[in-house]
Structure formats: C-alpha cells, structure tokens
Antibody, heavy 126, light 110 residues
Framework: EVQVVESGGGLASPGGSLRLSCVASGFSFNAYSVNWVRQAPGKGLEWVSSISSRRSYIYYADSVKGRFTMSTDSAQNSLYLQMNSLRAEDTGIYYC???????????????????WGQGTLVTVSS | QSVLTQPASVSAAPGQKVTISCSGSSSNIGNNYVSWYQKVPGSAPRLLIYDNNYRPSGIPDRISGSKSGTSATLAITGLQTGDEADYYCATWDTGLSVLIFGGGTKLTVL
C-alpha cells in the first residue's frame, strides 16, 4: 500500500526555522516525484515545491524560494523541507504528495499528485 | 488571486449535474495537462482527474474532465451529498516553471 506520512510541524516564531519530514512507503521512492503542498487557514491549496523523479530537478514557489530547501534521503525513503526565515503567512497544513508525470522535452507537463499524506500543521506566531 | 480562475462556488440539487470551470492561458492550461482535486475539510486532497480527462482507479465515472484551449472543466453527474467539498484544478505553468492551483470552488449539494 502506498503511503506518505508527514511529521515535524509545530509552532515557530517569525524568523525561525522548522524541518518537515515525509516518509514514503509502498513504492519505489526514486521513480516518482515528491512534492509539498500547503493550505493556509481558510485559503486554497498552494504548491510549495517539487523534486523530480531521479532527483534531477527541484522547483520552488516564488513565495518560498530562498527560504525553503527541499531534500531527499533515498536510503530512508524520506523527503524533507527545511523552512527558514518563517513568516506568519507560512502558517498552514503542509501536505506531502507523490507525483506522477513530468516535463517532456517539448516542455509539455503532465504533473499530478496521486497519493497524499494527512498533513502536518505549521504555525508561525510570536 | 490565482493564475487559474475558478468560480468561488457552485450548487445543485442531489441527482443533478454540475460543472466547474478553470480558466487559464497558453502558458499553463493551453500547453499542459490539467488535474483536478477534491478537498474535504479535515481530510487530505484526493486526485479526481489527471491528464485532462483520466480517472484514477476508484473514481466513479460520474466524474469527468475535459479541456478546450486554455480552459478546463470538471463535471459531476448524479450529485450526492457526499460530493460537498472544495474542488481545485491544477497545472504546470511553463513560463513561470511552477505548478499552480486554481483558487478552488466550493460545491454545495442543496
């Protein structure tokens, strides 16, 4: 059974840091992209970052670029999100998701997220 | 405000059909595939449609997707009270090199 399980959320002060983890099981970890998506309270889904299958490329939303860093540990089937310089607007539930598809040579993308974790709550407040 | 535009809300009676639109541009929907997600409060998002019109295993055929030009549409027929949720379209934006979600549409089954 495919599963992704997030952890590491909690309360952080503005300007502080948190490290989220996501452990994957039930599939070949390096054969799929892995991704972070968040939802602020009362808001919609917002894509945060993605790392491609075979780990060739990492992409970030402009809202987190330069502050968040995504990494993986294939031996542990794990994905991480190091979040620095946290802001109040980073508050929300962070979901880890397995991705399918990718970006073809002609630039056409068919990226979608087929398995999601239950999320971990991040609160940035003084 | 998202680059992908969805109506804030739609509603219909049980058993009826509803459609949710998602409007974008040539840099996103026009040249990439669209996926759709259902989000129920307190639950993880669920993939409903991928590659414009394909359903993952376990998604009933009363749920369908389509794309034309720079717009995509999700259709749900035979509405049930359990379909009440927020629905999001998503696609890659080639110009921005980011994945974008629509702003979401709240479906109410009257």
């Amino acid at each position: 059974e495919v599963q992704v399980v997030e952890s590491g959320g909690g309360l952080a002060s503005p300007g502080g840091s948190l490290r989220l983890s996501c452990v994957a099981s039930g599939f070949s970890f390096n054969a799929y992209s892995v991704n972070w998506v968040r939802q602020a309270p009362g808001k919609g889904l917002e894509w945060v970052s993605s790392i491609s299958s075979r780990r060739s490329y990492i992409y970030y939303a402009d809202s987190v670029k330069g502050r968040f860093t995504m990494s993986t540990d294939s031996a542990q089937n794990s994905l991480y999100l190091q979040m620095n310089s946290l802001r109040a607007e980073d508050t929300g539930i962070y979901y880890c998701a397995r991705g399918q598809g990718g970006i073809a040579r002609d630039g056409t993308a068919d990226i979608h997220f087929d398995y999601w974790g239950q999320g971990t709550l991040v609160t940035v407040s003084s | 405000q998202s680059v992908l535009t969805q109506p804030a809300s739609v509603s219909a009676a049980p058993g009826q059909k509803v459609t949710i639109s998602c409007s974008g541009s040539s840099s996103n929907i026009g040249n990439n595939y669209v996926s759709w997600y259902q989000k129920v409060p307190g639950s993880a998002p669920r993939l409903l449609i991928y590659d414009n019109n394909y359903r993952p295993s376990g998604i009933p055929d009363r749920i369908s997707g389509s794309k034309s030009g720079t717009s995509a549409t999700l259709a749900i027929t035979g509405l049930q009270t359990g379909d009440e949720a927020d629905y999001y379209c998503a696609t890659w934006d080639t110009g921005l090199s980011v994945l974008i979600f629509g702003g979401g549409t709240k479906l109410t089954v009257l």
